[in-house]
């Protein structure tokens, strides 16, 4: 029958185990954790800050494990905190994704698809994918989520959609690549950094104002990209970076893809900085639960993976 027969003795000691918590419980301390406090976890959560706060201290003395210590008005992580929050979203990731598994078996199509794209990537490249998909999609709702730089990780290891594309590959994750992509720095022609003749020196560019995308996490980190400017504007689209260069408002790493045009006609000019010129990176399909894919994720993968050779201007 394909039945593995476990020893007396495991169900001996997994009857005798109650558990002392529940998952509930540990949801709330992350949400209290991931939006910075009891009053704006119990707003996201729609429930009362006292029922929240009942519920992370009953948790700390079930453990008898002090897990968050308020300081000032921030509720904040001891040591232990730290380690047992990890820990629970393993815990509640895994469960996730076994009532996934059994929605995916039990339906015979998922009714609705996540896609997180990285801004980065050229959206030229999903319309023959989604030509293709729409006949097939069985009437599932398709959500392309736009995200930026750690945002995407979120997506990936929150397991906050079906599939994603990003620009790299959280660790203990697997990925296809998809193309490359080049960054360059640009900006108006007549902008004073277009005028210096030869390569801009780095600490030119620190004296103007620098155009920057902004991360989409709920907890952002600055740990990529040349961001030395004290002055900066932070923007959540390239589009509205790329309006702000052609008025002649600061400068920008922006994918070429998305100013070629420009910069062909004249209207943006592609700056030559010392020791980066170019910045390139390969872009990924990555299935944050490859073993939970329903029969419309698995469609809409392989038609990204046929459709992966596209034709990208090269610096």
């Known amino acids: 029958m394909g039945l593995y027969l476990l020893s007396p003795m495991f169900w001996s000691i997994s009857a005798l185990y109650r558990p002392k918590t529940t998952l509930e ?16 976890a119990a707003s996201a959560l729609n429930k009362s800050q006292s029922s929240l706060n ?7 003395g079930m453990l008898d494990v002090q897990l968050l210590e308020v300081i000032g008005r921030k509720a904040v992580l001891t040591e232990a905190g730290e380690v047992m929050l990890r820990r629970s979203r393993d815990l509640t990731q895994n469960v996730e994704s076994l009532e996934m598994l059994a929605i995916n078996i039990q339906q015979d199509w998922e009714p609705e698809i996540i896609l997180a794209v990285d801004l980065a990537y050229p959206r030229e490249a999903l319309f023959p994918v989604l030509d293709a998909f729409l006949p097939l999609s069985r009437g599932s709702r398709l959500k392309i989520k736009d995200t930026v730089l750690t945002g995407t990780d979120d997506a990936i290891t929150r397991h906050q959609a079906n599939l994603a594309i990003n620009m790299s590959i959280p660790k203990g994750y697997l990925g296809e690549p998809l193309c490359q992509v080049s960054f360059v720095l640009v900006s108006h022609p007549e902008h004073a950094l277009a005028q210096i003749k030869g390569n801009v020196e780095p600490s030119a560019l620190a004296q103007h104002l620098q155009l920057v995308i902004a991360d989409s996490s709920s907890k952002p980190s600055e740990k990529e990209g040349w961001l030395k400017s004290e ?25 070429l893809h998305k100013v070629d045009s420009h910069i062909k006609a004249g209207q943006l000019k592609m700056l030559t900085v010392r020791g980066s010129q170019f910045k390139h990176m390969s872009a990924y399909l990555i299935s944050p639960s490859p073993d939970d894919k329903g029969p419309g994720t698995q469609l809409l993968e ?12 090269s610096p």
């Open 302 to 313: 392989n038609l990204i993976l046929q459709h992966r050779q596209i034709d990208l201007p």
């Open 54 to 60: 009942h519920a992370v201290s009953k948790l700390q």
């Open 25 to 40: 419980q540990w949801r709330i301390l992350q949400a209290v954790v991931d939006f910075g406090g009891y009053a704006q």
């Open 231 to 255: 002055n900066r504007w932070t923007l959540s689209q390239f589009d509205t970076a790329i309006d702000l260069l052609l008025r002649n408002i600061g400068f920008c790493w922006i994918p």
